[in-house]
């Protein structure tokens, strides 16, 4: 069974230890995680908001998949601040 950092991987997101990438077909995102003011869930797609007024909207093939990419950023800014 493959990990939740490499099924994300597959659709675009990479989670690394400063920062936030996100692939689409039209560009590639690099967001740190100290810039990261709101995450939100809502159904399949994650809502980043940072300090300033860029929101980065991620949608998920699923909302199971939306709750672990939301639960693994959780951790990741957690870490940010520890």
Known sequence: ??????????????????YLIYRTDEKTLVVPYYHIRTVE?????????????ERVNMDMPSEEMAMALFEELLLYLERVYL
């Open 1 to 18: 069974m493959k990990s939740i950092r490499e099924n994300l991987k597959k659709l675009g997101v990479e989670l690394e230890s400063r």
């Open 41 to 53: 869930l809502k159904g399949k797609r994650i809502v980043v908001s940072t300090g300033g007024v």
